[in-house]
């Protein structure tokens, strides 16, 4: 059984910053991929940053420059650092790993909201 617990989701307003963070507990032997996805209402999910074991991070473009994705795996938790904030950021906000023999798990999401 794994869980997955996310945090620091929020109300901020345009310019400012949150930081979100997402705690895998659970038989978990490694951590592949972990990952951050939003959905904003009306729209698909779309992933927002990436982060391998190795440390490797892959960013959406409409990210780049003001999130900065990070893990710390003692404690099997992903960070996501969101700086500069934009109204068109608001979403709710899922973690996801991927976990060496267990396949793929989702966090149950935090919401995000940026006011203008």
């Known amino acids: 059984q794994v869980q997955l617990v996310e945090s620091g989701g929020g109300l901020v307003q345009a310019g400012g910053s949150l930081r979100l963070s997402c705690a895998a507990s659970?038989?978990?032997?490694?951590?592949?991929?972990m990952a951050w996805y939003r959905q904003a209402p009306g729209k698909q999910r779309e992933l927002v940053a990436a982060?391998?074991?190795?440390?490797?991070?892959n960013y959406a473009d409409s990210v780049k420059g003001r999130f900065t994705i990070s893990r710390d795996n003692a404690k099997n938790t992903v960070y996501l650092q969101m700086d500069s904030l934009k109204p068109e950021d608001t979403a709710v906000y899922f973690c996801n790993v991927k976990i060496t023999y267990l396949g793929n798990y989702w966090g149950q999401g935090t919401q995000v909201t940026v006011s203008s």
């Open positions: 659970g038989s978990i032997f490694s951590i592949n991929v």
């Open positions: 982060i391998t074991s190795g440390g490797t991070t």
